[in-house]
């Protein structure tokens, strides 16, 4: 036997028979049906472009906005490099001259800079006589102390700072302990 042989399926015109004819009224339905989804699908395609244009745009946005993030920073702390500069430039002026003055001059432009970076979010972190923590300091070493309770910075070396509530740099401290131990 043959696996070629195949059965004829039934006549055309059987099967013709069989399908009942379609109406008008099933073909204005059917017509009208297939306008409505040629429509979705166009209002589909307008929706998945305007989306991919939005994805495209807030991308960009999200780019120039870590680009330029800095910018009122940096407006602020322009007036502080224009008064360092004057007062290197007085410095070089007068060679020595006026010591306390510049002195002041400084200390001036210190208090100015740390006045922008305080409203910019910038917090010190407070440690001396703190006890230890070691999310917000950095010990470098331990030192014998009657005066400072144990496990309490004893010494700063270097400030730490916070932005808002994240830690930009821990404190570099050296931390108490009691006499006589190892």
Same mark, same amino acid.
């Given at each position: ?22 109406? &008008?009224?099933? =073909? ?24 991919? *244009? ?10 120039? &906005?870590?680009?330029?993030? *800095? ?6 702390? =322009? ?14 002026? *007068?060679?020595?001259? *006026? &010591?306390?003055?510049? %002195?002041?001059?400084?200390?001036? =432009?210190?208090?100015? %800079? ?61 931390? &108490? ?6």
């Amino acid at each position: 036997m043959s696996k070629n042989t195949t059965q004829p399926d039934a006549a055309p015109e059987t099967a013709a028979a069989a399908e009942p004819a379609l109406t &008008a009224a099933q =073909i204005e339905e059917l017509k009208a049906q297939a306008a409505k989804a040629a429509e979705h699908w166009d209002r589909l395609l307008r929706n998945t472009a305007d989306f991919e *244009n939005f994805k495209k745009r807030a991308a960009r946005e999200r780019q120039d &906005a870590v680009k330029f993030a *800095n910018e009122g920073l940096m407006q602020k702390l =322009i007036p502080v490099l224009d008064n360092f500069e004057a007062a290197l430039n007085a410095v070089q002026a *007068n060679a020595g001259d *006026n &010591a306390k003055s510049l %002195l002041t001059g400084v200390t001036m =432009i210190h208090q100015q %800079l740390k006045g922008v970076l305080l409203e910019a979010g910038l917090e010190e972190i407070e440690s001396h006589g703190k006890p230890f923590d070691p999310n917000l300091h950095e010990a470098v070493s331990q030192a014998e102390s009657a005066e400072h309770p144990e496990g309490h910075v004893m010494q700063q070396l270097r400030k730490g700072y916070r932005l808002r509530e994240r830690l930009l740099r821990p404190a570099t401290v050296v931390v &108490a302990k009691t006499p006589g131990q190892t």
